[in-house]
């Protein structure tokens, strides 16, 4: 009997553990962590996207095929890339720091295993240090102040948010669903930055996108993105571009989708495509989108688990309609479009989208 009592008490104790790590690596929260306690998270920050349209594709009809009638009148002709083609850096948004920011990752509290990351910025009033848990970190300045961010490079746990004014005075914390971050875009005192998983996440964190008000720290909106990982975002005349993927475990496919979100009417639509050659296991990937006004790009390897690879470039039209989808020859670690060129980095060949009969 004492050993009965020995194991049970012994379970209820797994139990509580188990409970504490699923509400550190599932729980989303936008409050100051003073208050995480009090206050009904989905309160704080709704979806933009309602449960008829965040939803899989395979669930609605909103979906393209490789079989799907593309537009006949344009089409993707390869011609010998230029010599000396330029790629800006991915994260567009870099205003130069007027302080010195150095980062600084280590065990803390060796007993605990808690991993921290220590923020020293040397300023004109004198230096400060500001830690916050995590693996890794990062930082941007901005007019409005400093923003610094903790996270984990898995992509799991919680990510640590919190911004400065150029005194070194703390103007507000956050706490956020893990992930890599990415400055996205900054205008007028609103910061858009994603939240991204690694490319194997067994809890299947989506990917996922802020807007916030620097200066308040209003969260303007918080969207979970269609599919499992994602490589790039475009913002461009308001609207929201992204490109992902995801495994279908019970068809052994893979399917790429982009997807476009406007932030003025809250509109989502996506389309996908079948990746090739690969199946539901997949261990690489890397994506790019890139959008002007008249076509909407998505370049993509995908590797999966016995060595098979699928390099493909997608041509759309802004309303999503599938122009074609061809093989190219470098992974697209970067891309651009320019009017109706496409340009990716190593590959010999650049894409240009002509009519029919040019």
């Not at 911004?163 to 890599?180: A, C, H, P, Q, T």
């Not at 875009?185 to 609103?190: A, I, L, Q, R």
């Not at 308040?216 to 929201?240: A, C, D, Q, R, Y």
Request: aromatic share 14%; with cysteine.
């Amino acid at each position: 009997m004492r050993r009965l009592k020995v194991l049970f008490l012994f379970f209820i104790f797994v139990l509580i553990v188990l409970g504490i790590f699923a509400s550190e690596v599932f729980d989303v929260n936008n409050t100051n962590p003073m208050d995480l306690n009090k206050t009904n998270t989905s309160e704080i920050l709704p979806s933009l996207i309602d449960n008829k349209t965040n939803v899989y594709p395979s669930e609605t009809n909103n979906t393209v095929s490789n079989e799907i009638k593309t537009k006949t009148e344009y089409r993707i002709v390869a011609v010998p890339a230029p010599e000396n083609i330029t790629f800006e850096e991915e994260e567009r948004v870099n205003f130069t720091c007027p302080v010195r920011v150095e980062v600084f990752e280590w065990f803390w509290e060796t007993h605990t295993s808690l991993n921290n990351v220590t923020f020293t910025i040397h300023a004109d009033n004198g230096v400060a240090n500001f830690t916050l848990m995590g693996v890794d970190g990062k930082y941007g300045c901005f007019p409005e102040g400093i923003f610094l961010i903790s996270y984990y490079p898995d992509g799991l746990g919680r990510s640590r948010v919190m911004f400065l004014d150029y005194n070194l005075s703390v103007r507000w914390e956050k706490i956020v669903r893990g992930g890599i971050p990415f400055f996205e875009y900054y205008e007028d005192g609103v910061l858009i930055f994603s939240n991204r998983p690694a490319n194997v996440d067994p809890y299947d964190i989506p990917p996922t996108i802020y807007g916030v008000n620097l200066s308040s720290g209003e969260v303007i909106f918080h969207l979970e993105l269609m599919g499992k990982s994602i490589s790039n975002l475009k913002i461009f005349n308001g609207k929201v571009y992204y490109a992902s993927y995801r495994p279908i475990n019970f068809e052994q496919k893979t399917y790429v989708y982009v997807s476009v979100y406007d932030l003025k009417s809250k509109e989502y639509t996506f389309k996908q495509v079948q990746a090739e050659n690969v199946d539901h296991y997949i261990l690489g990937a890397d994506l790019k989108v890139d959008v002007n006004e008249e076509f909407i790009v998505l370049a993509y390897y995908l590797s999966d688990w016995i060595g098979r690879s699928d390099l493909r470039l997608c041509v759309f039209t802004t309303d999503l309609d599938l122009i074609g989808c061809r093989k190219i020859s470098a992974t697209p670690w970067h891309m651009k479009l320019e009017n109706n060129t496409i340009y990716i980095e190593g590959d010999p060949n650049t894409y240009k989208i002509v009519k029919t009969g040019e």
